[in-house]
C-alpha cells in the first residue's frame, strides 16, 4: 500500500510539472530585407515597421544601390547601409546582419556582381530547412539578390521574393518598368522574372502610392519619442524631393516601402491576385497586390511603432 501512495505521489508530482511548463512559442517568420535605404523617407519607416513585429526574425538586411537618383554622391550602395547601421543602433540590434551590397547595377543577364550581401543572401537560402523558403523583400534595386541567384542557381527553390517595383494595370495586365526601382537595375527585374520556379509576388508603385502619411500625424507619434523617432522625423524634414515641386512643405509622404511590408505582415489587409508575367519574359504567374487597406495598414503601423517603444528600457 505504501508503494502504491509513493508511485501516485511522484505520478502526481510530473503530472504538476508538466501542466505548468509553459507551452514552446511557434517559430518566428524569418525575413530577409533588401533596400536601398537611402533613397526617400518611407524605406526608414519600412524597415523600422519590420523590424517592430515581434513574430518575425529579421536575419538581415541588404544594401541596395539608386544610381540614378540626383542626389545620390559616389557610392548610392554606401548611403543605404549607414543608414542601416544607425537604425539598428537606435534600435539596439548590435548584431544584426548588416551586408554591404552591389555598388552598381547588373552590366547583363549573365555576370552577377558579387558582393557581402550576395554571399549572405545564399548563405541564409542554405540554412533553410528542408520545404522551407526564405522570404526576402526587395525594397529598391533587384541587384542583390539576381546577383545571388546569378552565383548560385541552388537557391531558387529556397526562397520567395516580395518585390516593390514598377508599375501595373490591373485591368489589361499592362506593366510599366519606367519607374524608379526598377529603373535602377532593369536586368535585374528581368533576371528575377525570367527564373522558373522562382516564387515571387510584386507590390506595385501603382498599388502601393495609395499608402500615404501625413506630417501631422507622425508628429504626434514622433514628437519627443526618444533618438530612433528623432531620426526618423529629421529624415522627413531634412530629405529634399527632387521628382516634384508640389506639397513644398511636405505634409505628406507616400509610404510605399511600408505598404509591401504591413501586406506582409497582415495579409488580410491586402488583396493579391496572380497574373501572366509581361509578353517580354518567361511565361509564368506572379501574384500581384491589386488593392490595400490603407487606413488598417496605417493603424497597424503606428500600433506596432508604439508597442516597440514602450517595450524599450
Wanted: glycine letters at 4%.
Amino acid at each position: 500500500m505504501l508503494s502504491f501512495f509513493r508511485s501516485s505521489s511522484i505520478l502526481c508530482f510530473f503530472l504538476g510539472v508538466l501542466a505548468c511548463t509553459p507551452e514552446p512559442e511557434p517559430p518566428k517568420q524569418k525575413l530577409l530585407i533588401d533596400a536601398d535605404t537611402a533613397n526617400e523617407v518611407d524605406d526608414l519607416f519600412a524597415i523600422v515597421g519590420a523590424l517592430a513585429e515581434p513574430e518575425w526574425e529579421v536575419v538581415g538586411i541588404t544594401s541596395a544601390q539608386f544610381h540614378i537618383s540626383p542626389l545620390t554622391g559616389d557610392s548610392s550602395v554606401w548611403e543605404s547601409q549607414q543608414i542601416n547601421e544607425d537604425i539598428a543602433r537606435l534600435m539596439s540590434l548590435p548584431d544584426l546582419p548588416l551586408p554591404l551590397g552591389c555598388p552598381e547595377p547588373l552590366q547583363d543577364t549573365i555576370h552577377p556582381i558579387p558582393s557581402p550581401a550576395t554571399d549572405f543572401i545564399i548563405a541564409q537560402a542554405h540554412q533553410m530547412p528542408e520545404g522551407e523558403k526564405l522570404p526576402i523583400v526587395i525594397l529598391g534595386s533587384c541587384t542583390n539578390v539576381a546577383s545571388a541567384i546569378l552565383v548560385d542557381p541552388t537557391i531558387i527553390p529556397k526562397v520567395s521574393v516580395s518585390y516593390l517595383g514598377f508599375w501595373h494595370d490591373t485591368t489589361d495586365n499592362h506593366y510599366d518598368k519606367k519607374e524608379f526601382n526598377s529603373g535602377n537595375d532593369t536586368l535585374a527585374v528581368n533576371v528575377l522574372l525570367n527564373t522558373p520556379g522562382l516564387a515571387m509576388e510584386v507590390m506595385t508603385a501603382t498599388t502601393s502610392q495609395r499608402l500615404v502619411f501625413r506630417k501631422k500625424v507622425v508628429d504626434q507619434y514622433l514628437t519627443g519619442k526618444g533618438a530612433l523617432a528623432a531620426y526618423l522625423q529629421n529624415r522627413w524634414e531634412t530629405y529634399e524631393r527632387w521628382w516634384t515641386q508640389e506639397d513644398p512643405e511636405k505634409t505628406a509622404w507616400i509610404m510605399w516601402d511600408v505598404a509591401i511590408i504591413e501586406a506582409l505582415i497582415h495579409p488580410e489587409m491586402a488583396e493579391r491576385r496572380l497574373y501572366p508575367t509581361p509578353p517580354e519574359n518567361y511565361p509564368r504567374e506572379i501574384g500581384i497586390y491589386a488593392a490595400i487597406d490603407t487606413a488598417a495598414m496605417e493603424a497597424g503601423f503606428w500600433e506596432r511603432f508604439t508597442a516597440w517603444q514602450a517595450a524599450q528600457p
